[in-house]
């Protein structure tokens, strides 16, 4: 049977008008997978797959947006997607999209390879890394967010404890709006030094007794997390505004012991 190709015009339904004079904020696709590449700051490339959300502002005047596009703008560039083009497909999504602010999210599984402290044994450690480009004002502000797991040893316990103290592994989260260029690893070890002590992947015998000691004679609580990375932070002119969020997963408790502090070095 031959195909018929009619030569009708098809309406294009979202650029018809719309009479409710509403400006949507955000619209888009949310949670569409691709691939990535990243580079470590040793210079070594990882591939890996990336969750991404993509919004841009509608004005009142238009009934609807033109989705098929932002997945267009994913699948023609390179097949992989690399960190350094990210701003660039935030450009071109405004472009393709006709608008003039919008927001890229970009989610992804960052490995870095850990060596034991005593052993020396080495091991990956996964750490959840988001980048955020947004169009404000003509302005393009960029945001990093790194999940960090750490180990947290309550001071109050060891205090009144006669044997030991309660300890257990927490999520820090930093979100930084940045001006300049800061490698993940750097973000990650600045939270990791702040922590009752940091998380590896393979511990032997000798390391798991360093870490056990390690933590035991650095006790923080949720409140002394955040404070001293906010202290570290405050010196770094790459870093405009900060929010550092610590929730230690109680192990005596059913329930989280959670901390925030916001900031700007403005």
């Known amino acids: 049977?031959?195909?018929?190709?009619?030569?009708?015009?098809?309406?294009?339904?979202?650029?018809?008008?719309?009479?409710?004079?509403?400006?949507?904020?955000?619209?888009?696709?949310?949670?569409?997978?691709h691939p990535i590449v990243v580079k470590d700051r040793s210079g070594i490339i990882q591939h890996t797959n990336a969750t991404f959300s993509?919004?841009?502002?509608?004005?009142?005047?238009?009934?609807?947006?033109?989705?098929?596009?932002?997945?267009?703008?994913?699948?023609?560039?390179?097949?992989?997607?690399?960190?350094?083009?990210?701003?660039?497909?935030?450009?071109?999504?405004?472009?393709?999209l006709?608008?003039?602010?919008?927001?890229?999210?970009?989610?992804?599984?960052?490995f870095i390879n850990k060596k034991a402290p005593v052993s020396g044994a080495e091991s990956l450690m996964d750490y959840e890394v988001?980048?955020?480009?947004?169009?404000?004002?003509?302005?393009?502000?960029?945001?990093?967010?790194?999940?960090?797991?750490?180990?947290?040893?309550c001071p109050c316990s060891k205090k009144i404890s006669k044997y030991g103290a309660h300890n257990q592994r927490a999520h820090i989260t930093l979100t930084l709006q940045t001006n300049g260029f800061i490698w993940i690893e750097d973000i990650i070890e600045q939270i990791e030094k702040q922590a009752s002590c940091e998380l590896y992947g393979i511990l032997k015998r000798p390391d798991e007794k360093y870490v056990t000691e390690k933590a035991y004679e650095n006790p923080k609580f949720v409140e002394d997390i955040?404070?001293?990375?906010?202290?570290?932070?405050?010196?770094?002119?790459?870093?405009?505004?900060?929010?550092i969020e610590s929730e230690n997963f109680e192990s005596i408790h059913n329930h989280s012991a959670y901390a925030l502090i916001k900031g700007n070095n403005s």
């Open 226 to 243: 955040v404070r001293d990375i906010a202290t570290e932070l405050k010196s770094n002119k790459k870093v405009s505004n900060y929010i």
């Open 98 to 110: 006709e608008s003039k602010s919008g927001y890229l999210e970009m989610q992804f599984t960052y």
């Open 1 to 33: 049977m031959n195909k018929i190709i009619s030569n009708e015009l098809i309406e294009d339904v979202q650029n018809t008008p719309d009479n409710r004079h509403l400006d949507i904020d955000k619209v888009g696709i949310k949670a569409i997978k």
């Open 130 to 153: 988001s980048f955020i480009g947004e169009m404000v004002d003509g302005k393009i502000l960029n945001t990093v967010r790194v999940i960090v797991p750490v180990t947290s040893l």
């Open 54 to 96: 993509m919004y841009v502002h509608l004005p009142h005047n238009f009934k609807g947006t033109h989705m098929s596009r932002f997945v267009e703008i994913l699948n023609e560039n390179e097949r992989e997607i690399s960190v350094e083009s990210f701003e660039d497909i935030l450009k071109e999504m405004l472009e393709r």
